[in-house]
């Protein structure tokens, strides 16, 4: 298999959503006293992992999902406080080294705040990673996923076949193959298994093992 474009999802990929949360649902003043004394153990307790998204969501949470996630958006003190996962930065570095053209794409209900996030937290690399981010709502699918890798095919001259995304939600896998492109499925602190319909796809844990798939099954030519 040819590859020579890696798709990044930032959450749950790159950077660490659930810490976020956890900092988000123990320290909000709305939420600290229903939630100050949970353990990290217990977030899929709190936010029930539902087979759609298969990883954490504030939208899961039973009765105050839509609040709890407006709420987050507009907390940029938690909105903004997920760091990068370890060897992250230099993972990216190591691919861009070898020739692979590195993005990453995010739907996010306010583009410039999180692109101006994102170009800081990832700015060590932000001379040869590209940073894609859209509006919510501006494409009609669930996920934009399906929609901004099919504009970045266009916009940037790359072949589906030959690209990668590496993505923690299970929705995404399916925007992944409906674009024509190679789903990888990364596995983060609290994810779900892949459906029986989804098992081909490959898993990942960390960045290591990614490198490790990729030198196995891949070429550049």
């Excluded at 990044?8 to 003043?29: I, Q, R």
Aim: proline fraction near 5%.
């Amino acid at each position: 298999m040819i590859i020579k474009n890696i798709f990044w999802d930032v959450d749950g990929v790159l950077a660490n959503l659930n810490y976020a949360y956890y900092n988000f649902l123990t320290k909000h003043p709305k939420y600290a006293p229903m939630y100050g004394n949970i353990t990290w153990e217990q977030l899929p307790e709190v936010l029930p992992i539902v087979p759609k998204y298969g990883a954490l969501e504030l939208k899961t949470h039973p009765t105050l999902g839509t609040e709890m996630d407006y709420d987050f958006c507009h907390s940029f003190e938690f909105f903004t406080n997920r760091p990068l996962y370890p060897n992250v930065i230099e993972t990216l570095k190591e691919f861009h080294q070898k020739g692979y053209r590195q993005f990453t794409m995010s739907a996010t209900f306010d583009v410039e705040t999180k692109t101006k996030f994102l170009n800081k937290l990832l700015a060590p690399v932000t001379d040869f990673l590209t940073i894609k981010c859209v509006q919510h709502g501006k494409f009609m699918h669930d996920t934009a996923k399906e929609d901004m890798l099919k504009s970045c095919f266009e916009e940037y001259g790359l072949k589906a076949e030959e690209t990668i995304l590496v993505d923690d939600r299970i929705y995404n896998q399916y925007a992944t193959i409906n674009a024509g492109a190679n789903p990888i499925r990364y596995r983060c602190e609290f994810t779900s298994d892949l459906p029986e319909e989804l098992k081909w796809i490959p898993e990942v844990r960390s960045m290591e093992e990614l490198k490790d798939w990729l030198n196995k099954n891949t070429t550049m030519e």
